[in-house]
């Protein structure tokens, strides 16, 4: 930046010398200004511009006689110019010299006799010298002045925001913009333009601004609800979530029947993925108001995120769900329906209702044959009903949507045409105990082309470099909703890819089941070896006793009362129809209170095994499952871990409305047994007991 108390060179003209001083006053240089300006005046005697600065200069410092006498001698040389006069007026007044003073003011008046500032000076000058008669006549001839030109001003604004208003109407944004931008400039803060021009900002999606353009006239007791609605709308475009919730929150204080705020608070927490507070207060307001078919379609939407999100599989949270869905539908406009539908399927599904969510799923893709989202979604509805090549077709479709893995190669995807020589890049997908199922299959890579890359877990690392020691493992540390990062190396070396979930469709299509392999774990010696004398040491202990793996639900707390699990008191059943069993704990996460109490309620103690850490060293609980004579599990990562190592595996499922727990069912694996039962089910005891009678009669 140029330093302004140095002029570039010294051939400056009069008139950039006098803009030098003003900068070096505006600088707060005004000892320099001042000898800029009389150099001026010494080269220009007669410049009464010069001569009005010095005089405001002179004031500053106190020399009012000074500046009297520049100011006099200015208006030698023009005389009457009305600014040097007011100039002098104001010197005058400061000096208390008030007649003189008045002199001047009235002289000028009478030639703009609505000037406001001269108004103010006459009032206050008529006032100082006594005459306060004189003073109020002045003081009200001011006011009805400025009420004559707001009078004028706000006919002007009329006219020219219903000319904006034409021009929006004809399709004219950027005129209609230039019109309320003029009205603002000329009326100030005037709400009705500040509105029209953050609409129009609104509709460029210029939220910041819109947002600002609206903060200069919202006023919280005296603003109009749409100025709340577009804040709201504004901030909640902008990621602002709880500044919009305080909006709209402030709004309906004022309008608690305005259903605009009442979906803008819902959206805030939609936005968030808040779906317990977007429930709730969906709930809230649709209670309000029972008619109002988006009120509804929110409810509906966050319910069915909200039984999704914290996997709550309740028969209550379903049936509530459904109703929501239900009721929204029966009110919906045609788009919100075609959503409704999915959603009802769904659920459908998570009740047991199979065929109807089916039929619902088929109906919806054969409209809309693109929406490869709800095709994958078909895929699990395909699986309860056992239709193999619909489900592995559909499964597919998990890929391009990104639902099974997020991650899109460049490179061709491998299959058994192939050449031999191609270098696979094995990836994985979904959580790890879909990891340890995909690699049953993995032999039927290994022997179909030259070299594997394996990426996982990092927690299968140890068990797959032993299971396959040809492979070359990648252990990967997934991140939720985010690309697999694959090294850099891997990526440069292979000629293909495939999803690990993709070998069971390859299997089947070639052979005709699911797995390549059953069994494949092949554990070190000495883990097998310290796991075997932890067992065998509870075997001799326990003479005659089966030992048998237990795990009830998943890892998450939240799912522990889904229709997928067993609840502690459930457990508790359980274990008592073994008399002559040992419980060995394989249930991973924190479960101290559901361990007491399933000994408190069966008086039988389930061992924990010390040393053992069930959610990280699948090498070392492998090492424990293989000495078990049975293993009962919930639909986990212990499953498949039991089934990989070979150990008889008794597993329950929620399935069909008509799925019948009497039977074993026969799954992919040697040793795999699966207990279907209907979803909905309240009481479990019965699957419990011939779960029990079946698995003691094959132990």
Same mark, same amino acid.
């Given at each position: 930046?140029?330093?302004?108390?140095? !002029?570039?060179?010294?051939?400056?003209?009069?008139?950039?010398?006098?803009?030098?001083?003003?900068?070096?006053?505006?600088?707060?240089?005004?000892?320099?200004?001042?000898? $800029?300006?009389? =150099?001026?005046?010494?080269?220009?005697?007669?410049?009464?511009?010069?001569?009005?600065?010095?005089?405001?200069?002179?004031?500053?410092?106190?020399?009012?006689?000074?500046?009297?006498?520049?100011?006099?001698?200015?208006?030698?040389?023009?005389?009457?110019?009305?600014?040097?006069?007011?100039?002098?007026?104001?010197?005058?007044?400061?000096?208390?010299?008030?007649?003189?003073?008045?002199?001047?003011?009235?002289?000028?008046?009478?030639?703009?006799?609505?000037?406001?500032?001269?108004?103010?000076?006459?009032?206050?000058?008529?006032?100082?010298?006594?005459?306060?008669?004189?003073?109020?006549?002045?003081?009200?001839?001011?006011?009805? $002045?400025?009420?004559?030109?707001?009078?004028?001003?706000?006919?002007?604004?009329?006219?020219?925001?219903?000319?904006?208003?034409?021009?929006?109407?004809?399709?004219?944004?950027? =005129?209609?913009?230039?019109?309320?931008?003029?009205?603002?400039?000329?009326?100030?803060?005037?709400?009705?333009?500040?509105?029209?021009?953050?609409?129009? =900002?609104?509709?460029?999606?210029?939220?910041?601004?819109?947002?600002?353009?609206?903060?200069?006239?919202?006023?919280?007791?005296?603003?109009?609800?749409?100025?709340?609605?577009?804040?709201?709308?504004?901030?909640?475009?902008?990621?602002?979530? @709880?500044?919009?919730?305080?909006?709209?929150?402030?709004?309906?204080?004022?309008?608690?029947?305005?259903?605009?705020?009442? %979906?803008?608070?819902?959206?805030?927490?939609?936005?968030?993925?808040?779906?317990?507070?977007?429930?709730?207060?969906?709930?809230?307001?649709?209670?309000?108001?029972?008619?109002?078919?988006?009120?509804?379609?929110?409810?509906?939407?966050?319910?069915?995120?909200?039984?999704?999100?914290?996997?709550?599989?309740?028969?209550?949270?379903?049936?509530?769900?459904?109703?929501?869905?239900?009721?929204?539908?029966?009110?919906?406009?045609?788009?919100? @329906?075609?959503?409704?539908?999915?959603?009802?399927?769904?659920?459908?599904?998570?009740?047991?209702?199979?065929?109807?969510? @089916?039929?619902?799923?088929?109906?919806?893709?054969? %409209?809309?044959?693109?929406?490869?989202?709800?095709?994958?979604?078909?895929?699990?509805?395909? %699986?309860?009903?056992?239709?193999?090549?619909?489900?592995?077709?559909?499964?597919?479709?998990?890929?391009?949507?990104?639902?099974?893995?997020?991650?899109?190669?460049?490179?061709?995807?491998?299959?058994?045409?192939?050449?031999?020589?191609?270098?696979?890049?094995?990836?994985?997908?979904?959580?790890?105990?879909?990891?340890?199922?995909?690699?049953?299959?993995?032999?039927?890579?290994?022997?179909?082309?030259?070299?594997?890359?394996?990426?996982?877990?990092? *927690?299968?690392?140890?068990?797959?470099?032993?299971?396959?020691?040809?492979?070359?493992?990648? !252990?990967?540390?997934?991140?939720?909703?985010?690309?697999?990062?694959?090294?850099?190396?891997?990526?440069?070396?292979?000629?293909?890819?495939?999803?690990?979930?993709?070998?069971?469709?390859?299997?089947?299509?070639?052979?005709?089941?699911?797995?390549?392999?059953?069994?494949?774990?092949?554990?070190?010696?000495?883990?097998?070896?310290?796991?075997?004398?932890?067992?065998?040491? /509870?075997?001799?202990?326990?003479?005659?006793?089966?030992?048998?793996?237990?795990?009830?639900?998943?890892?998450?707390?939240?799912?522990? *009362?889904?229709?997928?699990?067993? /609840?502690?008191?459930?457990?508790?059943?359980? $274990?008592?129809?073994?008399?002559?069993?040992?419980?060995?704990?394989? =249930?991973?996460?924190?479960?101290?209170?559901?361990?007491?109490?399933?000994?408190?309620?069966?008086?039988? %103690?389930?061992?924990?095994?010390?040393?053992?850490?069930?959610?990280?060293?699948?090498?070392?609980?492998?090492?424990?499952?293989?000495?078990?004579?049975?293993?009962?599990?919930?639909?986990?990562?212990?499953?498949?871990?039991?089934?990989?190592?070979?150990?008889?595996?008794?597993?329950?499922?929620?399935?069909?409305?008509?799925?019948?727990?009497?039977?074993?069912?026969?799954?992919?694996?040697?040793?795999?047994?699966?207990?279907?039962?209907?979803?909905?089910?309240?009481?479990?005891?019965?699957?419990?007991?011939?779960?029990?009678?079946? /698995?003691?009669?094959?132990?």
């Amino acid at each position: 930046m140029t330093n302004p108390s140095q !002029p570039q060179d010294n051939t400056m003209t009069l008139e950039q010398a006098f803009e030098h001083g003003v900068s070096l006053y505006q600088h707060q240089k005004k000892g320099e200004a001042r000898e $800029v300006f009389e =150099q001026i005046l010494q080269q220009a005697p007669q410049a009464v511009p010069v001569m009005q600065v010095l005089a405001v200069l002179d004031v500053e410092d106190g020399c009012w006689q000074e500046a009297i006498r520049k100011l006099d001698t200015a208006l030698s040389i023009e005389p009457g110019d009305a600014s040097l006069l007011f100039d002098k007026a104001q010197v005058l007044a400061q000096q208390g010299i008030n007649k003189d003073a008045l002199e001047i003011v009235d002289s000028l008046l009478a030639v703009a006799p609505e000037h406001q500032e001269l108004l103010t000076m006459r009032q206050q000058l008529t006032a100082a010298i006594g005459n306060v008669g004189e003073s109020r006549r002045t003081a009200k001839y001011q006011a009805n $002045v400025q009420s004559q030109v707001a009078s004028v001003i706000d006919a002007e604004v009329s006219e020219t925001l219903a000319l904006a208003e034409q021009m929006l109407a004809s399709g004219n944004k950027e =005129q209609a913009k230039q019109l309320y931008q003029a009205v603002v400039s000329v009326a100030g803060e005037q709400p009705k333009a500040l509105l029209g021009l953050a609409k129009l =900002q609104l509709s460029e999606e210029s939220f910041a601004l819109a947002r600002q353009t609206l903060r200069r006239a919202f006023d919280v007791e005296q603003s109009d609800t749409e100025f709340f609605i577009l804040l709201s709308h504004s901030e909640i475009k902008l990621g602002e979530y @709880k500044a919009a919730r305080d909006v709209c929150r402030q709004g309906l204080k004022r309008w608690p029947d305005n259903t605009l705020l009442c %979906r803008l608070l819902v959206q805030s927490y939609e936005k968030e993925s808040n779906w317990l507070e977007a429930y709730r207060t969906a709930l809230e307001y649709t209670r309000l108001h029972s008619n109002d078919a988006d009120l509804r379609y929110r409810l509906a939407t966050s319910s069915f995120n909200l039984l999704r999100a914290r996997h709550n599989f309740t028969t209550t949270a379903i049936l509530d769900c459904q109703k929501h869905i239900t009721q929204a539908a029966a009110i919906a406009d045609e788009e919100n @329906k075609q959503r409704l539908s999915l959603y009802l399927a769904e659920v459908l599904w998570y009740k047991g209702e199979a065929l109807a969510s @089916k039929q619902l799923l088929e109906t919806h893709m054969q %409209r809309f044959p693109d929406d490869i989202e709800a095709g994958f979604n078909a895929c699990f509805v395909y %699986r309860t009903l056992e239709e193999w090549e619909n489900y592995y077709r559909t499964n597919e479709l998990g890929l391009a949507c990104g639902r099974r893995l997020h991650y899109q190669g460049a490179l061709p995807q491998w299959n058994l045409e192939r050449p031999k020589d191609d270098i696979v890049l094995v990836m994985p997908e979904q959580g790890v105990g879909d990891e340890i199922l995909y690699f049953h299959n993995l032999r039927l890579v290994l022997d179909n082309c030259k070299k594997v890359y394996v990426a996982c877990d990092p *927690r299968l690392e140890p068990i797959l470099s032993r299971a396959f020691p040809e492979a070359i493992i990648v !252990p990967i540390k997934r991140i939720d909703h985010q690309d697999i990062d694959v090294p850099k190396e891997v990526m440069e070396d292979i000629t293909s890819w495939i999803a690990g979930g993709s070998l069971a469709a390859i299997c089947y299509q070639q052979f005709g089941r699911h797995v390549y392999q059953a069994s494949y774990v092949n554990l070190s010696a000495d883990i097998n070896d310290t796991w075997y004398d932890r067992l065998d040491a /509870i075997r001799m202990q326990n003479p005659n006793k089966t030992l048998i793996g237990l795990c009830w639900r998943s890892g998450l707390a939240a799912a522990s *009362r889904n229709i997928h699990y067993l /609840i502690a008191d459930e457990v508790a059943h359980l $274990v008592r129809q073994f008399p002559h069993a040992i419980f060995i704990n394989l =249930q991973y996460g924190e479960c101290t209170k559901e361990l007491n109490k399933i000994e408190k309620l069966s008086g039988v %103690r389930v061992v924990q095994l010390d040393g053992l850490d069930l959610r990280d060293d699948f090498e070392g609980t492998a090492a424990v499952i293989k000495q078990l004579d049975a293993v009962i599990t919930a639909g986990t990562a212990v499953h498949r871990l039991t089934t990989a190592v070979g150990t008889p595996c008794h597993v329950f499922f929620a399935g069909k409305e008509d799925s019948d727990f009497l039977a074993p069912h026969a799954l992919y694996c040697d040793n795999e047994f699966g207990y279907f039962y209907p979803p909905m089910m309240e009481n479990k005891y019965p699957l419990i007991e011939a779960m029990a009678a079946n /698995i003691q009669a094959r132990t």
